[in-house]
C-alpha cells in the first residue's frame, strides 16, 4: 500500500511539474534566451573590463555595441530590402499579365495551363474584396505579432543583462541547493554548457551577417533583380542544414536565368562561394561544428516547423546545439566520476596553516588591484570565515583531546 502511495505521488509531482512548465513555457524560453544572449556577450564584456573599466561599465559598452549593431544593420537594409519587395511584387503582376496574353496563343501545354488560371481582374478583387479583408487582417496580425516579437526582444536583453549582473549569485543559489560533493561537477557542466552554447550562438551571428553582406554585395555587382531579398534567402537558408543550400541557390539562380542563362550559373556559384567560405574558413575559427548531429538539428527543425513556421526553423538549430551540449557535458561528468576509483578517494585535506598562507596570498593579489570585482570580496570573506571556523573547530578538538590525556 505504502509503494502504491508512494507511485501515485511521484507520478502526481511529474504531471505537475509538466503541466507547470507547459503553462509558464513562454517565461522559460525567455529565461533561456536571456541565458544564451548573456552567454554570448560575456566574452566581449570581459575583454573591456579591464585596466581601470568597472565591469558594469563595461557591460553596458558591450550590449550598446551589440544592440546599436544590429539596429544599424536592420536601418541599413530595411529600405533596399521594402523596395525589393515592391518591385518584386510589380514584376510578378506584369508577369501574370503577359502569361494571361500570350499563353492563350502558345503551345497545346501553355493553352491547358493559361485557361486554369483566373483571370487579373479577378485576382485583383481577390485582393481588394472580401477575402482581401483577411489578407490585411493577416498583415495586420503580422504587425501585432512584430511588435510583441519586440517586447518580448526587449525582456530578453534586460533578463541577460541582470543574469550578467549577478550570474555569480543565482550560481551559488542554485549550487546551495544540491549536496556538497556535487556541486563542483555541476559547476563544470554549467560552465562548459555556457561555454560552448555561447560560442555557438556567436558564430550563428556573426556567419548570418557576413552571408547577408557578402551575398548582398555579390548580386549587387552581378546585377541581379532583388538582391537583399536574396541575400536574407540566402541567409536563412544558410542556417537550415542539409538542404539549407538549395534554398539558398536556387532563388537566386531562377533570378539570374530571368535575365542570362550566363547570369543564373554566375549567381548559383556565388552563392555555392559564400557560403562554403563561411562554412570552411570563418565557422572554424568561432565554433566547431564537426561534433555535432545534423540529423538532431533537422529532427527539432521538423517539430518547431510545424508548430511555429520561419520562428521555429530558425530557432532550431540553436536549440539542438544546445541538447547536445547538455547531453555531452553530463555524459562527459559522469563517465569521469565513474573512472575515479572508489577504493582511492582523492584526500582534500589541508592543514589550517597552509590554508591560511593560501589565503594571505590572494588577499595580497586582490590589494594589489585597483578595483576588484565585488564577487570575489565576497568570496574571499567567505573563505576567510570557513578557515577561522576551522581553525576554531580543530583547537577545540586538540583542548579536548589533551584532556582526555
Known sequence: MRRVAWFTLIILATLTTAIVFWESRVAVVLFGLSLSVAAAVRPLVDRFAVGRVPRGLALLFAYALCVGGLIALVLILSGPLFANLQQLTK???????????????????????????????????????PQGGAVLQAVLGLTMGSFDLLGQLLIVLVLSMYWSVDQEHFKRLWLSLLPVQARTRARDVWQNI?????????????????????????????GLQYPVALALIGAIGWLIPWVGVLLAVIPAMLVGLAISPMLGLLAAALTI??????????EPRLFKRARFSSLLAVIVLLVLADE??????LVAPPIAAAIQIF???????????????????????????????????????????????????????????????????????????????
Request: aromatic share 4%.
Open 273 to 282: 562561394g559564400v557560403l562554403a567560405f563561411l562554412e570552411y574558413v570563418v
Open 327 to 405: 547531453a555531452g557535458q553530463s555524459i562527459r561528468a559522469t563517465t569521469r566520476s565513474m573512472a575515479t576509483p572508489a577504493a582511492h578517494p582523492i584526500d582534500l585535506a589541508q592543514p589550517i596553516g597552509v590554508l591560511r598562507e593560501r589565503l594571505t596570498a590572494v588577499h595580497a593579489r586582490l590589494a594589489g588591484q585597483t578595483e576588484p570585482a565585488p564577487e570575489l570580496n565576497n568570496l574571499v570573506e567567505r573563505l576567510t570565515q570557513l578557515i577561522d571556523q576551522a581553525g576554531e573547530e580543530e583547537q577545540r578538538l586538540a583542548e579536548a583531546a589533551a584532556a582526555t590525556r
Open 308 to 313: 511555429y513556421g520561419l520562428i521555429g526553423i
Open 91 to 129: 514584376d510578378l503582376a506584369n508577369g501574370y499579365e503577359q502569361i494571361k496574353a500570350q499563353w492563350p496563343s502558345g503551345s497545346s501545354l501553355q493553352q491547358l495551363l493559361v485557361k486554369q488560371l483566373p483571370a487579373a481582374s479577378d485576382v485583383s478583387k481577390a485582393i481588394t474584396g
Open 194 to 222: 555556457e561555454t560552448g552554447f555561447g560560442a555557438y550562438l556567436r558564430s550563428q551571428v556573426v556567419q548570418t551577417v557576413l552571408a547577408i553582406l557578402m551575398l548582398g554585395l555579390g548580386y549587387q555587382v552581378l
